[in-house]
């Protein structure tokens, strides 16, 4: 964890060397993932509910969708950027160094302008919060801090699979986006509202449906399931999987040569 920091610390001093463009790239992440809020903003201006959801509540989903997603982006953004760092024989030096792969790789990049991207979650979430309807609690304010921790975790193994595919493929497969900007994209709204069968993948296979829309329900007393406050603990363990195929992969890596 001190190693850590030091990195941390080290990529914070090299992104405040340039004040001013550190602020005004921040400001533009800020308002290029803003776009994505005035959609759903404009949407509910011509239709008042999806699926008996109002605005205020779908802002609620929104706001947890964006913090899972740009915590993982951040702390985890070397293995999305994994495919080119084995094209350049970068990963080769990581081999040899004696640290751990997953830590290296972790350290390898941090895009702390990605932050004012997070910052539409921190303007977004409080006003959910107040507008929601959600008679807060102590267990829904867990289910709330569950539902960002599991999700941050889900998605950091889909990041960690992405990497691992590379092993097998000359360049990461973008298929891969589907879980992650695509996953992102559409988790702004309840998944029941695409169906059975998209809920049900979701639920079984990538389990997004457990860090977004089940404990949604119980955050708005649609249900009174306490399992669903747990439920994104129990999805984050997709991580586990993710990292015995990552793994797999270096054991069984081949050099480029490069």
């Known amino acids: 964890m001190r ?9 914070l001093k090299g992104a405040m060397q340039y004040k001013v463009s550190f602020f005004l790239t921040m400001l533009a992440q800020f308002f290029v993932s803003f776009e994505v809020f005035l959609g759903v903003y404009f949407m509910f201006q011509r239709f008042h509910s999806v699926e008996g959801f109002t605005y205020s509540q ?10 899972q997603f740009y915590l993982a982006e951040f702390f985890f953004r ?4 994994f495919a080119s760092m084995l094209g350049n024989g970068q990963f080769d030096r990581i081999l040899v160094r004696p640290r751990n792969t997953v830590f290296q790789v972790i350290t390898s990049q941090m895009d702390f302008t990605r932050m004012g991207r997070l910052l539409q979650g921190f303007v977004l979430l409080p006003y959910a919060m107040a507008t929601a309807g959600v008679e807060w609690n102590f267990l829904r304010v867990l289910t709330l801090l569950f539902m960002i921790l599991g999700g941050t975790l889900l998605f950091a193994g889909i990041f960690v699979l992405g990497a691992t595919l ?20 559409h988790g702004k709204y309840p998944l029941s509202i695409y169906g059975k069968r998209v809920l049900e ?19 708005l007393g649609r249900s009174t399931d306490l399992l669903y406050v747990f439920l994104p603990l129990i999805a ?15 054991r069984h890596y081949r050099s480029t040569g490069s």
């Open 3 to 11: 190693l850590y920091r030091k990195y941390f610390s080290v990529f």
């Open 58 to 67: 779908v802002l609620l989903c929104y706001s947890a969708v964006l913090f």
């Open 78 to 81: 070397g293995f999305d950027r």
């Open 166 to 185: 590379s092993f097998f493929t000359t360049a990461g497969l973008e298929v891969v986006n589907v879980f992650t900007d695509g996953v992102k994209e």
């Open 201 to 219: 993948f979701c639920t079984f296979v990538i389990p997004y449906a457990l860090v977004q829309y089940y404990p949604l329900l119980y955050l």
């Open 236 to 250: 984050s363990a997709f991580l586990i999987p993710c990292w015995l195929l990552w793994r797999f992969g270096v």
